[in-house]
Structures are given as C-alpha cells and as structure tokens.
C-alpha cells in the first residue's frame, strides 16, 4: 500500500489547477478526435493496425510508465540505492528486445487480436479459455492499483477525497478510450509521456543542483550508507546479505529472465501497443524504439529518490515519519514553485491514468474477442462486437474501482505487483517460449504447463513463504524465488506431458513456431523501413549494449 506521510499538502493554488484542468481537457479532445477514425471492431481494439512505429514506441513505453512505478522506484532507490537499476537494465531491456526480435513476427504475421487468440492457434481451446480469464482477472486487478494507488496521493497532495479521486481519473479514462478506442489511449499515452517528463526532469534537475550537483549527491549518500549503497552488484555474491535478500542468481535468473521476460513478452497491455502498430516492421520497432527511453528512466525515477534521501535523511527510519514512499511527494512540496508544481501534479495523474488506461484497454479486448466472442456469442456482426467492447470497457473500470480495495491488504504496492506478475505472466511465458521453440509440443501441454506454473507460484508464496516454511529475507526475493519455481514446474509438466500426448499436425504450425512461416510474415518493406537506422537488429543490439554500458559507472 502506498501510504503517505501527514505534512506533505501541497501549496497548490489557481494556476496549477488551470493547468490540471487543461490536460484533462486535452485528453477528453484526443479521445473525440480519434472517435472518427473507429468504425469498426478491429479500429476500436486495435487501432485498425495503422499506426506509425513511433507512435506505438512512446505509448508503449508510457503504459508502463505508471505512477505506481514512479512513485515506487523512487521509493525503492531511496531504501536500496542503485540496487533499484537491475529492475530497469537487466529487467527489461533484454526482454523488450527479445520480444521485438524474436516474438513479435509471431504475433503480428499470425494477425492475432490478442495474446490469449496466439495460444488458440498454437495450443487450442482449452489453454485459450484459461489464458484469457487470468489475463482478464490480472488486468484489473493492477487497474485496481494504479486507482487506489492515485487515490491515496492525491489525498495526501492536493486533500482529494478518496472516492473522489476514483471517480474522476477513472471517469476520464472510461470517456476517452469508451469514446475513441485504443487509438484514443495511445495518443493520450504518448502525451502523457512527455508531460511525465515535463514533471520529473525539473524535479532532478533542481534537486541536483540543491544537493551539490552529482558529486555532493554521492559524496553524501557514501558518508551516511557507504560503498555498495551506489554500486548494483556489491553484496550480491551467494550467500551475502544485502538490503534487496536476493543474490546475482536471483537477480539475473528471477527477476532478469523470468520475470522480466514472462512480464515483457506475454503481457497484452504492452504488446497490445505493438500490434496496432501499420504493418510487420512497426511492429517490431516498437518494443525496440520503447527501449531507448527505458533506459534513462532511472536518471529521473531512481535518482530523485537518492535526492530526497540526502534532502531528507530521516526517511524511511521511523514508522511514524516520513516513509521511503514520500520520496517523490517531498521534493515537490520542498523544491517546485507553483506553476511548475502544477506539471508535477499533471505528471503523477498523467502516469495514473496511463498505467489505469492500458490495462482497462487490454482487458476489453481480451474480454471481448477471446470469451465473449469465442465462446459465448460467436458469429455475430462486427457492430455488436463494437458495442460490447464500449460497454466491457465501463465494466472494466468499475471493476477496477472494487478491485482498488484488494490492493489496500498489501503492505507494499511494487511486491503486490510482482506478486502478481509471477503468478500470471511467468507461467504464460513457459508456454509461449516452449510452444514456439518446439514443434512437438501438444496442446495438452499447452494447458497443463500454464496451470501447474500459476499454481506452483502461489503454492510457493502463500504456502511455503507466508507460512514460514521457507526463510527468504525480503518480499522482492520471495516473488524472484515464485518466479524462477514456476518457470521450473510449468517447463517440467509441458516436458512430461508432451511426451505422452500427441502434437498438432505440423501442417497447423505455420507461423506459430520457430522456423515456419506464415503468409502475414511475407508483407514487403514500407517505403523507408529498409533504412539502416530503422534495422530491427541494429536497433536491438544497440539498446542491449547501452543499457550493459550503463552499469559501468554502478559496478565499482
């Protein structure tokens, strides 16, 4: 739960609050604009897969660039130091890599609506049907956080009541993708991009220069924490004790791989953004484009939080005090004049309410498509599909809202995420990964191998962490630990079951695994996409080499 401490009420006045009213305006004309474009089910869902690759790269990048991680990641650079880049270096650009390389072809040549329809093809009914109800049921559980999460912020800052915050952030939300579809949360994901920016990049910059600049940041911050408080891979050997609980195995196999991969490859929310985008090549930039500015996130999440440490040294050290969470809410109240303040405020609703929008827009595409469609009421007009899919978008906010309350029962947001994350998304990859790089693998295995990872990790947490059973320091390495366990059990159940159930005729793998192809993956170059700036290879390799250069300066 993100609790705020009292005494952080911000000095707003007219002028910022002008300016919360214009972006709210904005964003209510963006979902009005696009309404035009939405004539048909695959235009409402998908955007009518026409938008350009850097489009889709911004909006992608911007549905993960929530509040809860803002807010979160400050926190967490503020309690762990430059332990908190491995979340963003080695948990995330290898993935989104790998995704715009090696997946998306699958996806996009496959002309899939959805994550859930790729296994329909590839496995069949059954894992289809399970898929998407855990994906559904997941969606709105983390549109619950980031409502709840809001709520509680903008209690503190601005002394919103709770409901009343809900209300209006997810009445916004609910107008313009109801309004314009995806297209309408894309183009606000990309505004809402650049006014994140515009709010936390003063907020570093002002903050630098009040702390010495960078020199008197770690001068500061190795005087009161020492050495390995700014380096990313110290006390990270097997067996030492570090603030995290995780060693370098955990770190790269749990969060690094698992996590990073079953989140980035599998979860709809993001890769949704991919395949709206205009043809094949889009696509595949996409995750590629979104990688760049994900790996200088840190320098206005991650540093902030170091900031508000040396300006605040008693954060996080009393229950009664100032928490590691106020990090970001600190250094608005003591560093921004209003005007500016108000930015600030716009940025954190504007992450809200990205993070909120993503997962509603993915959850009525799931729900529309891959249950109501598929299994219920199959085989009507597209214009009922178009229908449902407005009104499945009012049930998912309202949904949203109830789920808020679930979010509230946890001690702290980010585990609660990642708790969710290595129940859902890192089965879903054992699937996926095994299902494209092995022809023989059955449907039947298909379906087991997701069940028995989902079940394995909550077995892990709920039975063996939470009840004592086994001691892991921290909440971040018990999910590391869940999510490495149901890598391991759904790998070792699709192995078994494979081997004693019958594959799908090759014939019906065109396109679904490594080494086939399908007519979609055939599509010619756009005119420019043969441009070697535009190279998919070149683009992957150079966010991979950057982020790895990245760690130099944190690894002595």
Same mark, same amino acid.
């Given at each position: 739960?993100?609790?705020?401490?009292?005494?952080?009420?911000?000095?707003?006045?007219?002028?910022?609050?002008?300016?919360?009213?214009?972006?709210?305006?904005?964003?209510?004309g963006i979902g009005i604009a696009a309404r035009r474009s939405v004539r048909t089910s695959?235009?409402?869902?998908?955007?009518? &897969?026409?938008?350009?690759?850097?489009?889709?790269?911004?909006?992608?990048?911007?549905?993960?660039? =929530?509040?809860?991680?803002? !807010?979160?990641?400050?926190? *967490?650079?503020?309690?762990?130091?430059?332990?908190? @880049?491995?979340?963003?270096?080695?948990? #995330?650009?290898?993935?989104?890599?790998?995704?715009?390389?090696?997946?998306?072809?699958?996806?996009?040549?496959?002309?899939?609506?959805?994550?859930?329809?790729?296994?329909?093809?590839?496995?069949? +009914?059954?894992?289809?049907?399970?898929?998407?109800?855990? /994906?559904?049921?997941?969606?709105?559980?983390?549109?619950?956080?980031? !409502?709840? #999460?809001?709520?509680?912020?903008?209690?503190?800052?601005?002394?919103?009541?709770?409901?009343?915050?809900?209300?209006?952030?997810?009445? $916004?939300?609910?107008?313009?993708?109801?309004?314009?579809?995806?297209? %309408?949360?894309?183009?606000?994901?990309?505004?809402? $991009?650049?006014?994140?920016?515009?709010?936390?990049?003063?907020?570093?910059?002002?903050?630098?220069? &009040?702390?010495?600049?960078?020199?008197g940041l770690t001068d500061s911050l190795t005087a009161s924490h020492g050495d390995a408080?700014?380096?990313?891979?110290?006390?990270? =050997?097997?067996?030492?004790?570090?603030?995290?609980?995780?060693?370098?195995?955990?770190?790269?196999?749990?969060?690094?791989?698992?996590?990073? /991969?079953?989140?980035?490859?599998?979860? /709809?929310?993001?890769?949704?953004?991919?395949? %709206?985008?205009?043809?094949?090549?889009?696509?595949?930039?996409?995750?590629?484009?979104?990688?760049?500015?994900?790996?200088?996130?840190?320098?206005? @999440?991650?540093?902030?939080?170091?900031?508000?440490? @040396?300006?605040?040294?008693?954060?996080?050290?009393?229950?009664?005090?100032?928490?590691?969470?106020?990090?970001?809410?600190?250094?608005?109240?003591?560093?921004?004049?209003?005007?500016?303040?108000?930015?600030?405020?716009?940025?954190?609703?504007?992450?809200?309410?990205?993070?909120?929008?993503?997962?509603?827009?993915?959850?009525?595409?799931?729900?529309?498509?891959?249950?109501?469609?598929?299994?219920?009421?199959?085989?009507?007009?597209?214009?009922?599909?178009?229908?449902?899919? &407005?009104?499945?978008? #009012?049930?998912?906010?309202?949904?949203?809202?109830?789920?808020?309350?679930?979010?509230?029962?946890?001690?702290?947001?980010? *585990?609660?995420?990642?708790?969710? /994350?290595?129940?859902? *998304?890192? +089965?879903?990859?054992?699937?996926?990964?095994?299902?494209?790089?092995?022809?023989?693998?059955?449907?039947?295995?298909?379906?087991?191998?997701?069940?028995?990872?989902?079940? #394995?990790?909550?077995?892990?947490?709920?039975?063996?962490?939470?009840?004592?059973?086994?001691?892991?320091?921290?909440?971040?390495?018990?999910n590391f630990v869940s999510s490495i366990v149901a890598f391991v059990v759904g790998a070792?159940?699709?192995?078994?079951?494979?081997?004693?159930?019958?594959?799908?005729?090759?014939?019906?793998?065109?396109?679904?695994?490594?080494?086939? &192809?399908?007519?979609?993956?055939?599509?010619?170059?756009?005119? =420019?996409?043969?441009?070697?700036?535009?190279?998919?290879?070149?683009?992957?390799?150079?966010?991979?080499?950057?982020?790895?250069?990245?760690?130099?300066?944190?690894? $002595?």
């Amino acid at each position: 739960m993100i609790t705020l401490a009292e005494g952080l009420r911000l000095p707003t006045n007219g002028l910022d609050y002008a300016i919360l009213a214009l972006y709210f305006a904005v964003v209510l004309g963006i979902g009005i604009a696009a309404r035009r474009s939405v004539r048909t089910s695959l235009d409402f869902f998908l955007s009518g &897969r026409s938008l350009p690759a850097w489009v889709t790269g911004l909006a992608f990048v911007a549905a993960n660039l =929530g509040a809860t991680e803002i !807010l979160g990641m400050a926190a *967490n650079g503020a309690q762990y130091g430059a332990y908190t @880049v491995h979340w963003y270096w080695i948990g #995330a650009i290898p993935a989104m890599v790998f995704l715009g390389l090696v997946m998306m072809p699958f996806y996009y040549g496959s002309k899939v609506r959805s994550v859930p329809e790729f296994l329909l093809h590839r496995f069949g +009914p059954s894992s289809h049907l399970l898929s998407s109800v855990i /994906f559904a049921v997941s969606s709105v559980l983390i549109a619950g956080v980031n !409502l709840y #999460a809001m709520a509680i912020v903008l209690q503190a800052l601005l002394g919103w009541p709770q409901w009343v915050a809900i209300v209006v952030a997810g009445f $916004f939300v609910l107008a313009y993708i109801t309004i314009g579809g995806l297209s %309408s949360a894309i183009y606000n994901e990309v505004l809402q $991009f650049f006014v994140i920016l515009a709010a936390l990049i003063p907020l570093t910059i002002v903050g630098l220069k &009040r702390v010495g600049g960078w020199d008197g940041l770690t001068d500061s911050l190795t005087a009161s924490h020492g050495d390995a408080f700014l380096t990313a891979w110290k006390g990270t =050997g097997i067996g030492e004790a570090n603030p995290l609980g995780a060693n370098w195995l955990t770190l790269v196999l749990g969060l690094g791989f698992v996590m990073s /991969f079953g989140y980035w490859t599998t979860n /709809f929310a993001e890769v949704q953004r991919a395949l %709206s985008a205009k043809n094949l090549s889009a696509a595949r930039r996409t995750p590629l484009i979104a990688a760049f500015p994900k790996i200088f996130i840190p320098l206005v @999440v991650v540093v902030p939080g170091l900031i508000a440490l @040396v300006m605040e040294p008693t954060l996080g050290k009393t229950k009664d005090g100032l928490q590691y969470n106020d990090a970001i809410p600190v250094l608005m109240r003591d560093l921004l004049p209003n005007g500016v303040l108000g930015i600030a405020v716009t940025g954190l609703l504007a992450a809200f309410m990205a993070g909120m929008a993503a997962n509603v827009s993915s959850f009525n595409t799931v729900f529309t498509n891959d249950i109501w469609g598929a299994y219920l009421k199959k085989g009507r007009e597209d214009g009922y599909y178009l229908k449902t899919g &407005r009104v499945v978008t #009012a049930v998912g906010v309202l949904i949203g809202m109830g789920t808020a309350f679930i979010a509230s029962s946890f001690s702290n947001i980010m *585990n609660y995420l990642q708790t969710l /994350f290595s129940f859902f *998304n890192v +089965p879903l990859f054992v699937v996926f990964i095994i299902g494209m790089f092995w022809k023989r693998t059955s449907a039947a295995a298909g379906f087991w191998g997701l069940l028995s990872g989902t079940a #394995a990790a909550m077995v892990n947490y709920f039975g063996l962490y939470k009840q004592g059973v086994i001691a892991i320091p921290s909440e971040q390495g018990a999910n590391f630990v869940s999510s490495i366990v149901a890598f391991v059990v759904g790998a070792v159940v699709m192995v078994l079951v494979t081997l004693v159930t019958k594959p799908k005729p090759a014939a019906s793998l065109a396109g679904l695994v490594y080494g086939t &192809r399908s007519p979609g993956m055939a599509e010619l170059p756009a005119d =420019g996409d043969d441009a070697w700036y535009r190279k998919p290879a070149l683009l992957g390799w150079g966010a991979v080499v950057l982020a790895a250069l990245c760690y130099v300066p944190f690894s $002595f």
